[in-house]
Every structure is written in C-alpha cells, then in structure tokens.
C-alpha cells in the first residue's frame, strides 16, 4: 500500500487554479502549515483530511493516494473473469461483491464487478441486477481518473449504461445513446429502441444508415486487409488475401441494386483488387476473368457516374433527407480510378514491395490490352 497525501494536496490545489496561501486562507491556517503538508513534513487531522476530501471534490481514499496493491486487484479481477467464463455468474457475483467491501474505490474492481454483474444480467435476464450493475458502471466513470487500460475509455462505459437502462426505460436509454453516438456508433442501438418503441419508420431510417457503415466499413477492412496480407508475399496470407475480398464482393453484390451507383464502382475497384491478388498467385484465367468483369461494371458506371447509393441500393429504408456523402481518392470515375490503383498513386509513399509489383504486371498489361 502506498499514500501519496502531500503529492496529493498539491496536485489537487493547483488543479482548482489555488496557491498555498488561497488554501490556507480557505481553511484559516498559516501558509506554512500547507507547505509542511505539501512537503509531507506534518500531516493534517482526520477531521481536516474529511474537509480537504469534501473541498477538492474526492474521495478520502483518493485523497491519500491509497493504492492496493496491483497484484492482488489482478488476481482478483482474473478469478471473477475464470468465474464467468465458467458460466458460475453467482460465484463470480459472489467474489465481486467481497471484492467490492475490500476496495470500494478501486476503478479497476469497480469495472470488473460491473462487467461481472452485465454478464449475470445478459445471460440470465437478471432484472434484480440491473440497477446495481448501472450504479457499478456510474461509479466507474467517476473513477476513470485511475483507468489504465487502453481498450476502456469514458465512452465504452457509457455505451453499456445506455445498454442496460434500454432495458427498463427505452425512452431514457433513447437520449443517453443520442448523447454519444459519434460518427453514428450507436446506431443499431437507437434503431432497435426505436422499433421496440412502435417507431417503425424511424427505426428503418436509422437501419439504413447502420448498413451504410457496414458497406463503407467492410470495404475499408478487406481493401487494407488483403494489401497488408499481399506485401507479406507469403502465398498462405495473399490465398487468405483473395478470400478476404470474396466476401467483401459477395456482400456488395447482395446490396447492390439494378441502377447505377457507387456500390456499382466499388464492386469494379474489387474486382481489380482480386485479380491483383490472382496474379500474385499465378492463377491468370481466373485473373482475365475478374478484370472483365470489372471492366464491364467500370464502363457502365463511367456512362453515368453519381457517387451517392441513396434510394439505388437493396434494403433502403432511409427518409429522403438522408443522402450520404461518398467518395475516395482514387478519382471520379470507374476506370481512371483503375488506373490509379495499378499506378499506385493514392500510396506512392508506401508502395508495394518490388517483387510483388513485379507478380502484378501480367494484370496490369491485360488490363491494359483491354481497356
């Protein structure tokens, strides 16, 4: 254990924007009784560590800079994870609530316990749970000052707030995920309250735009995903590349619509990317075969380029004022943007390999013969 009161009491007062002689004017003391606390030469009374704690808005505990030891959170914390993966939620509530008695302002058992309690919740319908597993995860935010793990932040805990208050009160589970639905993460959550709330056109609306992120999403993934695998030049990873973007054409496919649209020059932009991997594998029928076919989606697209999806698309359900911006750099029409690719230009930072762009000249001539 560790107590870090006279670090504390300094941090804490040049946090409020105060010097030693504004704190000591607040409580009626000497400056130098300060200096002495900050220096750790003296120590304040129980009853001033009650009012400096009530005065800087924080705990005692965080106050004194009280610290369990680390190892022991850890083991504890592991054991209740062992506990839910084991499917022994009443154990595992058991070993949070002892956990909590032990460390009551510990982030780390805090969420833990939290986590602990959402699982017993989802996986048992727990209702008992749910206002507990709530207060958890609010105390938690008021300790994510202590929070170390990168993959937690403020707003992964209020995400699962929202998630469990839809539960009891849609309405308010409703405005906390409008609260934090950035770049429109939350959206398959409004659209599912949505719907259980009778607001069908609303819900359908905002499913629309979670399949807009899927599609621009999946794309971004295979796209970066088979050009990391390729450079490695290991034939496992570029055959994993080429199934990589097989599912991403199956799903462009399956979305895309009879008209003309942007999903329409992606579906293209694949193409090429397959029979780029196709001949890194030296598989050059199938490699033909894929560039036709992109270059019969590219000159159709060329005819009538419109880089929107909006009403063009299978399983549109969006309000008409919702029309979404798409493009990338390749450039603005299906062919050129061909070009790019094999040129290498939206990367010339960061090209590929050279025995790799040598593995992709026999689609870059046919696509030129071609074209």
């Known amino acids: 254990m560790q107590l870090n009161l ?6 804490y007062r040049k946090e409020m924007g105060l010097t030693q002689e504004e704190l000591a004017e607040a409580f009626g003391i000497t400056v130098g009784a300060v200096s002495k606390w900050e220096s750790a030469s003296t120590i304040p009374d129980i009853m001033t560590l009650i009012e400096l704690a009530d005065f800087f808005g924080i705990s005692i505990d965080v106050l ?27 154990k595992a509530i058991s070993e949070a609530d002892k956990a909590l008695i032990r460390y009551p ?23 008992k749970y749910l206002d507990k597993t709530i ?12 929070n170390t793990d990168p993959d937690i932040d403020e707003f992964s805990i209020r ?6 208050k839809s539960q009891a009160s849609p309405e308010e589970a409703l405005e906390e995920f409008k609260k934090i639905n950035y770049k429109g993460i ?21 499913f629309t735009k979670v399949l807009v992120s899927i599609l621009l999403n999946s794309l971004q993934y295979s796209n970066s995903m088979a050009i990391a695998l390729v450079k490695t030049g290991k034939k496992n990873n570029i055959m994993e590349a080429l199934d990589v973007l097989d599912w991403c054409i199956k799903i462009y496919e399956a979305t895309a619509g009879s008209e003309i649209s942007y999903l329409t020059k992606m579906q293209a932009i694949l193409l090429i990317l397959k029979a780029m991997t196709l001949s890194c594998l030296g598989d050059y029928e199938n490699m033909r075969q894929s560039i036709d076919e992109a270059y019969k989606l590219a000159v159709k697209f060329d005819r009538s380029p419109v880089n929107s999806i909006d009403g063009k698309i299978r399983f549109w359900h969006a309000k008409e004022n919702y029309k979404p911006m798409l ?4 450039g603005v029409g299906a062919v050129e ?5 094999f040129s290498q230009e939206p990367h010339p930072t960061n090209p590929m390999p050279d025995n790799i762009q040598k593995m992709l000249k026999h689609a870059e001539k046919y696509w030129k013969e071609i074209k």
């Open 337 to 341: 943007s061909i070009d790019s690719l």
């Open 64 to 90: 004194l800079g009280y610290s369990i030891s680390s190892k022991n959170v850890d083991v504890t914390i592991k054991n209740i994870d062992a506990l839910l993966r084991k499917n022994n939620y009443n």
């Open 105 to 127: 302002t510990n982030f780390k058992i805090i969420y833990g316990s939290a986590k602990a309690y959402n699982v017993a919740t989802s996986a048992n319908v727990y209702k």
């Open 327 to 330: 493009y990338d750099e390749l």
């Open 6 to 11: 006279c670090e504390n009491i300094k941090k």
């Open 135 to 146: 207060n958890l995860y609010e105390s938690a935010l008021r300790l994510i000052d202590q």
């Open 159 to 164: 995400l699962c707030i929202a998630e469990l």
């Open 186 to 206: 939350a959206d398959i959550n409004i659209a599912k309250i949505l719907m259980d709330m009778g607001m069908h056109e609303e819900g359908m609306d905002r």
